[in-house]
């Protein structure tokens, strides 16, 4: 089975003439973003909104399997304190926007479901308890979709990763493995991840990235075979383990000219990894 190659879509850029092009590339699924209130409000308009979007995918043969999680006002010059489910001030908000988004996504072939879920306080404290407690309950929300719920690589390292993964127990958790994410916040190497969890990966974030040079505290983005991850040995690795899921383009520069031909050389990348494994 051939992996399906594309890139996030969201929302609230995706117009025919995006679409047009990722089909031109030669993409056959998307990620899909940004699914805020205009799409999920139960307004005869946000549901015209959300089928006219998904009618453009259709038409050229377009899936939606997979779906990242958003939300609003996010602060990511501040991760620990405002970046995904973790800090409690906005959890319960965001807990409700998620399963309102997953249930969206059900609509349109979402099987899974990924979420930058946030900075974990330390295991022995109350904060922990509180936050597994509550993943628990939107895992097993996903569960009763049919979704697996992933969780995007990024902060934390395997040791962390595992015990998070014991502690809510389900069976639908998985991983979105974003090998740059690992570079850029210096968590633990891509390859470390595949060995002692590469059975867990569902999606991949097609992106590359360099570690933190000297003074930095954070590793820098690159186009795609260009960074520190090695990812073409690491998408061989996962397809020689039967990996057949959504290889997913991320490049993280504003929308245009250098970001479309970045993800243009990515797919090209992608499919010679795959002629040659």
């Known amino acids: ?7 996030i879509l969201r929302c609230p850029t ?3 003439r995006r679409i047009e092009y990722y089909h031109s590339l ?3 699924a998307m990620q899909i973003a940004g699914v805020m209130e205009n799409w999920l409000a139960p307004t005869d308009e946000a549901i015209a909104r959300s089928e006219a979007i ?3 995918l259709r038409e050229r043969g377009i899936s939606t399997p997979t779906m990242f999680l958003s939300f609003p006002n996010q602060d990511w010059a501040h991760p620990i304190e405002g970046v995904g489910l973790s800090p409690l001030k ?3 908000e965001r807990m409700i926007l998620a399963c309102r988004q997953m249930n969206w996504g059900l609509k349109y072939g979402v099987r899974y479901v990924t979420c930058h879920v946030g900075y974990f306080p330390e295991e022995s404290s109350d904060e922990y308890k509180s936050l597994i407690n509550d993943l628990k309950l939107l895992v097993r929300f996903a569960k009763a979709n049919g979704q697996d719920f992933l969780f995007e690589t990024g902060m934390e390292n395997v040791p962390t990763l595992k015990r998070i993964f014991n502690d809510i127990g389900e069976d639908n958790l998985g991983l979105n493995f974003d090998p740059a994410n690992l570079l850029i916040y210096g968590s633990d190497e891509p390859s470390h991840v595949l060995e002692e969890m590469g059975d867990l990966v569902k999606v991949i974030h097609c992106k590359d990235a ?3 040079a000297d003074g930095e505290t954070r590793g820098k983005e690159t186009p795609l075979g260009k960074g520190d991850t090695d990812f073409a040995n690491l998408l061989k ?3 020689a383990r039967g990996f057949a899921g959504p290889l997913i383009i991320e490049r993280e520069l504003p929308l245009g000219p250098e970001q479309e031909k970045d993800v243009a050389e990515a797919v090209i990348f ?3 990894i795959i002629k040659g494994a």
């Open 210 to 212: 360099r570690h933190a």
């Open 1 to 7: 089975m051939t992996c399906p190659i594309g890139t």
């Open 90 to 92: 906005t959890r319960a």
């Open 14 to 16: 995706a117009d025919e």
């Open 237 to 239: 690795s996962l397809l």
């Open 270 to 272: 992608i499919q010679n």
């Open 26 to 28: 030669g993409m056959t």
């Open 54 to 56: 998904m009618a453009m």
